[in-house]
């Protein structure tokens, strides 16, 4: 069975400061692996999507940066946080032959102040 | 491109009353359409997704039907229970694209006694 662990759970960092945010997928190879960000109380904008190991494709950058270094791992980043950053980011999973279906990672839960 | 527009904001419903969730999409391609539920500080999971062959699928006693016709995958129940209260979200994706799921902006919906 595929599992998907993000870390960390949550973090409370202060504006200015570096970020990275992180999740693994195991049990599936080459998977399509993406990042959403959830504002507080907003819906789900996609942020990043990667097909394969080293290439990433950006949806909407938010002064965020991803990237794929192992077919099982996936990083976002940022060197200087932003208020606006906060919010809940969701790393997620889709395969060939899951007919696109998109399985959601437990989250990180980002306060920047 | 590919957009979604559902029922969103809050949506209120005693216990017990059917539950009635619009979803109307605009796709070039033929589309896969979702339903995504999100409980409070969870990461979203799948509820349903459409079939080719216009199966009606159907989850947890929740269920909603592709009409190409009118472009809806409304998502229906007959009875709403306490455990329903709960974020839910259109989404549209098309077959073999692996990279974008469009969301709808979410539905909060909240079943009081």
């Known amino acids: 069975a595929q599992t998907i662990h993000q870390w960390p759970v949550a973090e409370i960092k202060a504006v200015g400061s570096p970020l990275s945010l992180g999740c693994t997928i195991k049990?599936?190879?080459?998977?399509?692996l993406y990042w959403y960000w959830q504002a507080t109380g907003g819906t789900l904008q996609q942020l990043f999507y990667s097909i394969t190991v080293g290439q990433v494709e950006s949806v909407v950058q938010l002064n965020l940066s991803a990237s794929r270094p192992k077919d099982d791992q996936f990083i976002l980043s940022t060197e200087k946080l932003l208020l606006s950053h906060s919010g809940f980011y969701l790393c997620a999973w889709s395969f060939w032959g899951s007919a696109e279906t998109l399985y959601f990672g437990s989250g990180t839960r980002l306060t920047v102040l | 491109g590919d957009s979604v527009t559902q029922t969103e904001g809050l949506v209120t419903l005693t216990e017990g009353l059917p539950v009635m969730l619009n979803c109307t999409y605009q796709s070039t391609y033929s589309p896969f359409l979702f339903w995504y539920v999100q409980h409070l500080n969870e990461a979203p999971k799948l509820l349903l997704k459409?079939?080719?062959?216009?199966k009606r699928p159907e989850h947890q006693g929740f269920h909603a039907t592709l009409h190409k016709s009118s472009s809806s995958f409304h998502l229906q129940k007959s009875s709403a229970q306490l455990s329903d209260s709960a974020l839910y979200y259109c989404a549209l994706t098309h077959q073999g694209t692996g990279s974008k799921l469009s969301f709808g902006k979410g539905a909060k919906l909240t079943v009081s006694p």
């Open positions: 049990g599936k190879s080459s998977p399509n």
């Open positions: 459409s079939f080719t062959d216009n």
